[in-house]
């Protein structure tokens, strides 16, 4: 099995009601790579996903495989394989025929279709389950019989559509490795689709933000959490403490933010220029508390720093959230349990660093996060 | 009555249990209705079946002449009613051939293919159920013999029954499809099946209880039809249509004893298919 890259050339699509759930789109998947689309529900990634696998033909543009243009071409005809939310295993079928349903398509003989099934169902650990019923399985079982299904057309790109979603939790993240390990084995080009943000940063070499029909961002997880370049992306994806304010200075990479609280700095990925509206972003866990002791005069210089109201504290084991109020702001601090249970005063000081402050033009933020 | 009635000490509500002399009067009254509702259902069935083997030459339990087998043993010389069974079983074999196909391809349009024409076409396919059945089969006699030539006969009493099974066949077919995941012919077709094998292997598995269902249904109303066939049939004749014309003349215990197979038959056909698909299930 050898991976293919996937390109969408300017895709797009309206629904005959006349909805637009995707719009014109560029985007780029390599081969062999683990990409992931996260975004919420109706924001268009099934759309991209069923467009890839040729359930939908896109109202604009092209999408091709491994530089083949599939245009007009039934998803019985791709080098794709689609693992569906709800697996879509089966039912009347044992283990080994629903695996080796795809070779039966390709007219494979009887014999070697189930030497194939055994060899398959052996990758997802799953050795002599081969006679059972898919109704006999777990649900972790059902999930790698889905895989294994996937794999025996040998695709060059493996779709999965929240394939995770309906496991629990610990399942959940044990199956996000193995899928993983799988991927790796196998070096199919895998485009995963999830609302999970866990999910998508946890597994994938790049991720896509979409938003509304709309790409917001590609990018390493590491980017996307650290230098989200939209409002929507910054606040989709893990949890921000946002300010509003003006710009009053931007010199060399430094901007300087005047909000209710004071200026705050940060650095100018977004080229703000003075006078500009701007959103100042910092996550949770960036934020420490700043007592006396804690003065180191090098460091100092590069810390914003804010006076809030304890508001609410909640111990979650190795972390603790503080819930605080500056002016009208709600400020959320995670910090680590480090026993010290005196630091928490009614009023404190809170700083974080300019390098941990995310400063960029106001746009649509996320109503509900990933 | 204290206003706590109905609220154990921890304040849990009872789930509203009826007093017990209110329950035993209703669980009296049920179970007699249930007597009655089976004696007027199958007193008459054992009458019938009693009389088959009452040695009088007219149908009767009263008056009682003694068990005989004679009826039965005189019905294989009956050239008609054995003719008329034959006829019987290849019209009821030609409206499963005719009905099955018509009815799924018609479930398939009306489930599969929603337009705006479809609650039209809906109306159309199932009026047959709601016509007189005599309209049904002069129309057919007549519809046949004036276009096509064609002399009434078993073939037009065939051509009428299915008629309406080919109906009811469709709307047990659509019950079925509508409870159907078609993400599983997405997902068949996603793994390189054609559309063909998608209907091989995993809509016409789905589909089969309810084509061997369906398959008994028209095999059950095909023969017992009277008044259809009675209409569409000219001058042959079916197992039914002859006793019907029999009973001008008045009744032989024979009658009765055709009454004692085909009830067998009935149980037993019904009691297999009961068998076969609780095995699939």
Known sequence: ?370 | MSVATGTDPIGVKHSGAQPRVERDWANAILNGYVMVFFAVMFLPLLFMIAAAFNASPTPSITDWQGFTLRWFRELPNDQRMIQGLWHSLIIAAGVIVISIPLGLSGAFILTRMRSRGSSLLYTVLVSPVLVPGIILGVTTMIFWRDFFGVQAGLFTAMAAQSSFIASYCMLMFMARLQRQDRVLEEAALDLGASPVMVFRRITLPFLMPTILTACVIAFLQSIENYNTTFFAIGGSWTLVTEIGSRMRFGLSPMINAIGVIFVAITIIVAVTHTVVTRKRA
């Open chain 1, 1 to 370: 099995m050898r991976g293919q890259d996937v390109f969408l050339d300017g895709v797009k699509m309206t629904y005959p009601n006349g909805f637009t759930a995707v719009h014109e789109t560029e985007l780029m998947i390599n081969a062999g790579e683990f990409f992931s689309i996260l975004g919420s529900s109706g924001c268009g990634k099934t759309t991209i996903l069923r467009m890839i696998s040729g359930f939908l033909d896109p109202t604009a543009g092209a999408i091709s495989i491994g530089g083949v243009k599939m245009n007009g071409i039934g998803p019985n005809r791709r080098p794709t394989a689609l693992i569906f939310q709800n697996l879509a295993l089966f039912p009347l079928m044992p283990v080994w025929e629903n695996v080796a349903f795809g070779l039966e398509a390709r007219g494979v003989p009887k014999a070697k279709r189930r030497q194939r099934a055994e060899e398959l169902l052996e990758l997802v650990a799953l050795y002599g389950q081969a006679d059972k019923m898919p109704t006999e399985l777990s649900g972790g079982q059902r999930q790698r019989v889905a895989v294994a299904r996937a794999l025996a057309v040998e695709p060059a790109v493996l779709l999965l559509d929240e394939p995770l979603s309906a496991l629990d939790l610990k399942l959940r993240q044990h199956m996000r490795a193995e899928l993983k390990e799988i991927q790796r084995k196998t070096s199919v080009t895998f485009i995963y689709i999830t609302h999970d943000q866990g999910e998508a940063l946890a597994m994938s070499d790049r991720v896509a933000v979409m938003n509304e029909g709309r790409i917001e961002q590609v990018a390493t997880a590491d980017e996307i959490y650290n230098r989200p370049q939209t409002p929507f992306t910054a606040t989709f994806v893990g949890e921000q403490n946002v300010f509003t304010g003006k710009v009053t200075s931007a010199v060399g990479n430094e901007v300087a933010v005047e909000t209710r609280h004071g200026t705050l700095y940060g650095v100018n990925r977004n080229d703000l220029a003075v006078g500009d509206e701007a959103l100042v972003m910092v996550r949770p866990e960036r934020i420490g508390l700043l007592n006396g002791e804690a003065g180191d005069p090098e460091k100092m210089v590069q810390l914003n720093t804010l006076s809030a109201r304890l508001q609410r504290r909640d111990l979650e084991g190795a972390l603790i959230n503080l819930y605080l109020t500056a002016g009208e702001n709600d400020i959320h601090v995670n910090m680590h349990n480090t026993g010290d249970e005196a630091s928490f005063a009614d009023e404190m000081k809170l700083a974080f660093r300019h390098r941990d402050t995310v400063i960029m033009r106001p746009g649509s933020i996320a109503r509900d996060r990933a």
